[in-house]
């Protein structure tokens, strides 16, 4: 492919499990010509779209350089490796999996220490019986240093983990720790305990894109093609067709209604057959309305994608990158 656009996607774990399926549910079939040790693939059917397989730390790294133009990723190495995000990449849309916190935890023998606030009085403390600065060891430089000044703490020191953060306190090279966390598990497992304001970052798996890359004529059409489908697909999810033979049509009354609840009239034919398209909330009260309208049989399916000419996901993206100049070349 020439000049293709570029998709960063995980080389692997889970992460690349939940990538794949949530881009096959979109109708978006990546492909590795070479097996799953090949670093480059394709979307099935779709040309000028190229993957490149990439570690999650060197997707954020290549979409600051521009190097691709979507990456799915976690907000949390976005927020930590990008100290102005909104100047490199669009927050697209949150892809469901990946969930994890950023959090501060301290050990559970600081039976006091519940809060923030009470971290400036342990550091104070630890200035005065000790000599020292209060360790706090993490990944997530940044991320602690925003978190503790917007909390007023200045008083410590950070030590990188390079290894298991939430065993620094046990051994003794932290007293203190800012990590990920799915569950908890593992911190209560080393005696440690979430601070009740200590959640830094809700993460979760996001699709970003790049506002520094490349965008001409061809990336952009392909890319409206990419999130057209994903916006299909998301949209189907949340929705319902309703089907049923109603003489006469849609009573103006019902019609007003299946609007104002935000649904579909897709078809009001002569011959009385109806077709909605409704939230899935909103389908037993409209299957109700039908029937006392007169249907016989309200048959309710489930759309796999629910296309249409309106597409906010790439109406974000425009809105994020410069005007496409005009002699922009594909």
């Known amino acids: 492919m020439s000049n293709p656009l570029i998709i960063g996607l995980p080389s692997k774990g889970r992460l690349q499990e939940n990538a794949f399926a949530f881009f096959a549910k979109a109708g978006l079939n990546v492909s590795q010509a070479r097996g799953a040790r090949d670093y480059r693939g394709a979307i099935s059917g779709l040309d000028g779209v190229e993957i490149a397989f990439l570690s999650a730390s060197e997707i954020v790294a290549e979409l600051a350089r521009g190097s691709v133009h979507f990456g799915l990723t ?36 600081w039976i006091d220490v519940h809060a923030m606030a009470d971290i400036e009085d342990v550091a104070a403390g630890f200035r005065h019986d000790k000599g020292r600065r209060l360790r706090v060891a993490t990944k997530y430089i940044n991320l602690t240093r925003r978190f503790f000044k917007r909390h007023g703490i200045a008083d410590y020191r950070i030590v990188e983990s390079l290894g298991a953060t939430e065993g620094a306190p046990a051994a003794g090279t932290a007293d203190c720790i800012v990590d990920i966390t799915t569950t ?44 057209a489908r994903i916006h299909a697909e998301k949209e189907a999810s949340t929705r319902r067709e309703l089907r049923a033979f109603l003489q006469g ?82």
């Not at 950023?102 to 559970?108: D, G, L, Y």
């Not at 011959?271 to 006392?292: K, Q, T, Y």
């Open 184 to 227: 908890g598990s593992t911190l209560a497992a080393n005696a440690l305990k979430i601070l009740d304001d200590g959640i830094m970052l809700r993460s979760e798996a996001w699709l970003v894109a790049s506002r520094v890359a490349n965008w001409n004529a061809g990336h952009r059409e392909a890319a409206r093609q990419v999130l």
């Open 74 to 109: 976690g907000a949390d190495l976005i927020e930590e490796a990008l100290p102005d995000p909104k100047a490199k990449v669009e927050m697209l849309v949150p892809l469901g999996f990946g969930f994890a916190n950023v959090v501060v935890a301290v050990p559970q023998a």
């Open 249 to 330: 049509g849609v009573p103006e009354a019902l019609a007003r209604e299946i609007t104002e609840l935000g649904g579909e009239i897709l078809l009001d034919g002569g011959a009385g057959i109806v077709s909605l398209l409704v939230s899935r909330g909103n389908v037993p009260h409209l299957a109700d309305r039908l029937v006392a309208a007169g249907a016989r049989r309200v048959l309710v399916a489930s759309p796999e994608y629910a296309f249409s000419p309106e597409n906010p996901l790439f109406d974000r993206l425009s809105a994020a990158l410069p005007p496409q100049a005009a002699n922009d070349a594909a």
